[in-house]
């Protein structure tokens, strides 16, 4: 997936409301994480793999954050232009020989969930993939 396509994903985390399953499945095929396939089969077979509710849970966002990040996760009054509640930064510690320097990646979402999704999503678009 291209950084522009991962910046796309990170804004739509960002305008959603609450947890969407599709939005989890884009964020799946993105990071490249596995779909549940035996959870979706119903009466008429097998029909679309869950993901991982990386919108709906902080544990599962989590997964999202990079082996070279650290992240914080706060609530916010939404009383801001945003009136976005959450606020999520992930910071990207990279490596070149003996020179570290470190990115900071932010996001304004609904949920936490949704925040932290953001801010991780934007933290794969530079350096080295996780």
Not at 21 to 43: C, F, K, S, T
Not at 55 to 70: E, H, N, Q, R
Not at 89 to 108: C, H, P, Q
Request: charged share 25%; with cysteine.
């Amino acid at each position: 997936m291209t950084k522009d396509e991962l910046v796309k994903l990170a804004e739509r985390c960002e305008a959603a409301s609450g947890a969407d399953q599709e939005l989890d499945r884009e964020i799946a095929v993105a990071v490249g994480h596995p779909w549940d396939y035996a959870a979706d089969w119903g009466l008429r077979g097998h029909e679309r793999p869950v993901a991982f509710p990386y919108t709906a849970s902080i544990d599962a966002a989590m997964m999202l954050v990079g082996k070279d990040c650290l992240f914080r996760i706060k609530t916010l009054w939404a009383n801001d232009q945003s009136g976005k509640a959450c606020h999520a930064s992930v910071d990207r510690y990279l490596t070149e020989g003996a020179i570290m320097w470190k990115e900071n990646f932010l996001a304004l979402a609904d949920t936490p969930a949704l925040a932290l999704c953001a801010a991780s999503l934007r933290a794969t678009t530079t350096g080295e993939a996780k």
